[in-house]
Nanobody, 123 residues
Framework: QVHLVESGGGSVQAGGSLRLSCEAS????????LGWFRQAPGKEREGVAS???????KYADSVKGRFTIVKDRAKSTLYLEMSSLKPEDTALYFC?????????????????WGQGTQVTVSS
């Protein structure tokens, strides 16, 4: 069982930056497919970024070049570094994990989910 807790959300102006953190109760640096998702009011949840146990990060087209998914071995923490934020990035952001050593697409069957952290970007 993996327990995930997100933090780092907040309110920023367009063009600003935030770094989201996802702390895990267990060791998730290797052996897990990890991802960040978001859900805006009235919209379906969408995949933002994912990273396999061996690396190879993947990003939604809407965030490529602006967001970076990073995992910290020592802290067993997953990060989402967000820059050049836009109002359309406003959403509740979740981290997720699946025990896997293979490929880690955004469509992976993530089993473990955090409660989310709110990001609000104003114009």
């Amino acid at each position: 069982q993996v327990h995930l807790v997100e933090s780092g959300g907040g309110s920023v102006q367009a063009g600003g930056s935030l770094r989201l953190s996802c702390e895990a109760s267990g060791y998730i640096y290797s052996g897990y497919c990890l991802g960040w998702f978001r859900q805006a009011p009235g919209k379906e949840r969408e995949g933002v970024a994912s990273i396999a146990s061996y690396g190879n990060p993947k990003y939604a087209d809407s965030v490529k070049g602006r967001f970076t998914i990073v995992k910290d071995r020592a802290k067993s923490t997953l990060y989402l570094e967000m820059s050049s934020l836009k109002p359309e990035d406003t959403a509740l952001y979740f981290c997720a994990a699946e025990k896997s050593i293979g490929a880690c697409p955004l469509s992976a069957n993530f089993v473990y989910w955090g409660q989310g952290t709110q990001v609000t970007v104003s114009s």
